[in-house]
Every structure is written in C-alpha cells, then in structure tokens.
C-alpha cells in the first residue's frame, strides 16, 4: 500500500470516528459546529474522508465532542459489557435508558406510583440545578458543561434516594463515567422502539422540528440508535415498547424488575 493510500484510510476512519462521536452525543453538525468554532463544511469534509485540516480544529471538535484527540486519531472500541461494582441496594433505584420517544417520560411515573416511589427525570433535575432550561445550558455551557452538571445531579440524586425512579436522558450513555456510575448504583431498563415510533411519539409531544426534514431526521436518529445501541445494551434489562399499549408495557416491566 501506498504512503498516499495510508493517507486516505486514514482520513476515512477519521470521518467515521467523528461521525460516530457526533451521532453518539446527538449532536447535529450545525450543533457541532457552533460548539466547536469549526465551520459545518469542514467537518462535511471530516466526515466523508476528505478532510485534511490542522491539529488545532481537530483538538476544538474534540472538545466540543467532550472526548479526548485520541479518541478522533485512534482506533476506538466499546467494551460490550464492561464490568460493572453494583452496590447492594442498586435493585431498588430503577434507572430508565433509552432514545427519547421510548417512552421513559410515560413509563417512569407510573411505575413510580405501582411501586410508590419518587420519580425523577434527571434532565429536569439538571435544569433545576442550573437554573436554566437545557438549551440555554447548551448554549453557555456546551456539551462538556451540561455533562458535568449531569453527573454532578447523578450523584445527589444517589446520594439522596435509596428507591426512586429515574429516566435519564439519552445521551448519558455517551459519557462512560456517568453511564458506569448509573449501572452501578440502579437497576437499568433499556426502554427500546422501533425508529419510526421513536420519530411519532416524539411528533406526538408536540415538537414538529422533524417533520421539517423528516427524511434527514430519520437517518440522523437511526445514525444515534445504531452509534448507541451497544452502550444501551449493558443495561440489566431490555424493554420493548413497539406495538404495545402502555398498561401491557408496564405490566412487563413490573413482571421483571423483581
């Protein structure tokens, strides 16, 4: 092979890491961008292999990826089941993962109140802690800082509820620390549907932004489902909601959380 061949697998792999990283966090590329200081064509051009700038943009999408360089210039691997320290009374905190549009929201409170638990939902935990709804805490604070304060609300919520019920937000899965700290200390349900029912409930809850670009809005969620699947897949339980009413579905879930 080729010096100029290595160049362009190079390249490559580093588009589908970027992309990866990209889906993963749920961040569109004008999100990335904005966060980044790095214009949308470059990281066009990052993306599909042809993309060959200097280290410093390459250290700023890092950044506003929350991941170190290493992680753009290496080949990365995602441990399907890490091992995990699970405390003894993690059984009773049942921690709900999942894409938004699962139905964590619907789910949580009502298997709350069957068990008659709290029931948090750990992004309204955050806003509450910041004083600021989660768009502006993007804006301010970018990804980085909102998982910091993520972790930070965690960690009190733990600390704080010995049973309770909680859903957190999607992403969580792509901050490994927070992610194990939540293994560790809940009994975790990967709430899982189908993409287009995903995309439906999401439409459902009033937020018409999909319909705008449906076809690019369903690539991308298929793009952070796929980047995702195998971190959502540690968790101690997998649900499936496609097709079924939510009383079926809770009955399920109360069948098996033992």
Known sequence: MTPANDDMDFLRALGQRVRLLRARRGMTR?????QSGVSERYIS?????TGNGSILLLRALADA???NLRALLEDETVPA????FRVPEHRDRIALIGL???GKSTLGPRL???LGI???ELDHEVEKEAGLDLTEIMELHGQAGFRRLERGVLDRVIATYPRVVIAAGGGIVAEAATFDRLLGACQTVWVKARPEEHMQRVIDQGDLRPMRDNRRSMDDLRAILASREALYARADIQLETSG???PETLDTLLSVIG
């Open 112 to 114: 709350a109140s069957r």
């Open 30 to 34: 004008r999100i990335l961008a904005a």
């Open 81 to 84: 089941a890490a091992p995990v």
């Open 45 to 49: 051009a990052v993306e599909s292999g």
């Open 244 to 246: 079924r009413t939510v």
């Open 65 to 67: 990826l929350h991941v």
């Open 100 to 102: 938004r549009g699962a």
């Open 118 to 120: 709290p029931f948090l």
